[in-house]
T-cell receptor, first 111, second 114 residues
Framework: KNQVEQSPQSLIILEGKNCTLQCNYTVSPFSNLRWYKQDTGRGPVSLTIMTFSENTKSNGRYTATLDADTKQSSLHITASQLSDSASYIC??????????FGAGTTVTVRA | ETGVTQSPTHLIKTRGQQVTLRCSSQ?????VSWYQQALGQGPQFIFQ???????GRGNFPPRFSGLQFPNYSSELNVNALELDDSALYLC?????????????FGEGSRLTVL
């Protein structure tokens, strides 16, 4: 069964600090891995999409890494802001129409 | 703003009733996929429509059905509602397909079944 596991489940950080979220997956075959940001009660918004050949991709203060050999990805948030408070979801595509979603990591940024 | 709109935003139903949720895809997108997201969980894939045909389905029973119209807008219908159907229902549009193209999500329809 294709699975996507995210850690930690939640974290609290102070404004201005950095944090790193983890995503481990067992999806095979692998097509791409995506990170989404989801504000409470809203639809997810795409942050990055990475294919097998990409190791790093940045979107402003968000930097995603991918190690396709170990099937791990991370999302690093630099200089966090209050608006970064949200759920971050890792999504893996196996190349067919189905996407496997992680349960998300809830990030709370405190002033 | 993704250009994907969903309606209604919130609704309350009782067990056994039927519900229809609607989604207008982003201009130029011919693929729409639907997801169910229970509280505190990640979205679960329900099905995908491409050019008015269902071309992929997740592990949901037949009482979850859908339609896609010539303008690529879509409906999700759920019959014989159960309490566990309470969730945020998300639709996403893309091109050429959900697995390779970037997904643009709507804001969701929050369904509560009493």
């Amino acid at each position: 069964k294709n699975q996507v596991e995210q850690s930690p489940q939640s974290l609290i950080i102070l404004e201005g600090k950095n944090c790193t979220l983890q995503c481990n997956y067992t999806v095979s075959p692998f097509s791409n891995l995506r990170w989404y940001k989801q504000d409470t009660g809203r639809g997810p918004v795409s942050l990055t999409i990475m294919t097998f050949s990409e190791n790093t991709k940045s979107n402003g203060r968000y930097t995603a890494t991918l190690d396709a050999d170990t099937k791990q990805s991370s999302l690093h948030i630099t200089a966090s802001q209050l608006s970064d408070s949200a759920s971050y979801i890792c999504v893996v595509s196996g190349g067919d129409y189905k996407l496997s979603f992680g349960a998300g990591t809830t990030v709370t940024v405190r002033a | 703003e993704t250009g994907v709109t969903q309606s209604p935003t919130h609704l309350i139903k009782t067990r056994g009733q039927q519900v229809t949720l609607r989604c207008s895809s982003q201009s130029g997108h011919n693929t729409v996929s639907w997801y169910q997201q229970a509280l505190g969980q990640g979205p679960q894939f329900i099905f995908q429509y491409y050019r008015e045909e269902e071309n992929g389905r997740g592990n949901f029973p037949p009482r979850f059905s859908g339609l896609q119209f010539p303008n690529y807008s879509s409906e999700l219908n759920v019959n014989a509602l159960e309490l566990d159907d309470s969730a945020l229902y998300l639709c996403a549009s893309s091109t050429p397909g959900a697995s390779t193209g970037e997904l643009f999500f709507g804001e969701g329809s929050r369904l509560t079944v009493l």
